[in-house]
Nanobody
Framework: VQLVESGGGLVQPGGSLRLSCTAS????????MNWARQAPGKGLEWVSG???????TYADSVKGRFIISRDNGKNTLYLELNNLQTEDTAMYYC?????????????RGQGTQVTVSS
């Protein structure tokens, strides 16, 4: 299993980013996928998940601002981050499967850093 995240960067408050996660080594199309994040000094936090059919769920902290999507033909997971706030600063990871409560135990990539600062 390999998950490679990209698309992070430095953005001002109110800005947007689009993260990507390219998956390989497993049948991406049939697996539930998640995005999680870890802010400095904090634990891993579940952000959003998406089923194979595209049904999505979000943490309350990002609902209405972030959009998760997937392209099963390209084995790629996406996370569109809008109206970013300083508290969104974190390393963002995609995970293969996992539940929100146990996301720390899911297989994840190396992460991509998102920094929100003026």
């Amino acid at each position: 299993v390999q998950l490679v995240e990209s698309g992070g960067g430095l953005v001002q408050p109110g800005g947007s980013l689009r993260l990507s996660c390219t998956a390989s080594g497993f049948t991406f199309s049939i697996h539930y996928m998640n995005w999680a994040r870890q802010a400095p000094g904090k634990g891993l936090e579940w952000v959003s998940g998406i089923a194979s059919d595209g049904e999505a769920t979000y943490a309350d902290s990002v609902k209405g601002r972030f959009i998760i999507s997937r392209d099963n033909g390209k084995n790629t997971l996406y996370l569109e981050l809008n109206n970013l706030q300083t508290e969104d600063t974190a390393m963002y990871y995609c995970t293969k499967g996992g539940l929100p409560e146990t996301i720390a135990h899911a297989i994840r990539g190396q992460g991509t850093q998102v920094t929100v600062s003026s």
